[in-house]
């Protein structure tokens, strides 16, 4: 049974950045593409990186291009977020997703499998 794990979470200050790293056990890692949402109360989650199963293709939307980062490391069975010049917008609870699918997809809904998520509030 597949489970995620996500831990980095935390109260940052504005402009620092953060890593956010994700757990993945219970399959084969290097089946699934793995994405990182994030959700406001009140809002949508949002999508912001995805992964392909080799860590090729990285994609962000505009939202989060030039300031994420995500990789995956096969060997040790974790995908990572990295956020840079952290803005109080980027307060949410973040989630990591894998979909048993060779690239990541943009709906949430089409993932097999999420972690718990982990705060990340950004103070001003």
């Known amino acids: 049974h597949v489970q995620l794990t996500e831990s980095g979470g935390g109260l940052v200050q504005a402009g620092d950045s953060l890593r956010l790293d994700c757990a993945f056990s219970?399959?084969?890692?290097?089946?699934?593409?793995m994405g990182w949402f994030r959700q406001v109360p009140g809002r949508e989650g949002e999508f912001v990186a995805g992964i392909s199963w080799n860590g090729d293709t990285p994609y962000y939307p505009s939202s989060a291009k030039d300031r994420f980062v995500i990789s995956r490391d096969n060997a040790k069975n974790t995908v990572s977020l990295q956020i840079n010049s952290l803005r109080p917008e980027d307060t949410a609870v973040y989630y990591c997703?894998?979909?048993?699918?060779?690239?990541?997809?943009?709906?949430?809904?089409?993932?097999?499998?999420w972690g718990q998520g982990t705060q990340v509030t950004i103070s001003s």
């Open positions: 997703a894998a979909i048993e699918n060779q690239r990541w997809v943009r709906c949430g809904r089409k993932y097999d499998y």
């Open positions: 219970g399959g084969t890692f290097s089946n699934f593409a």
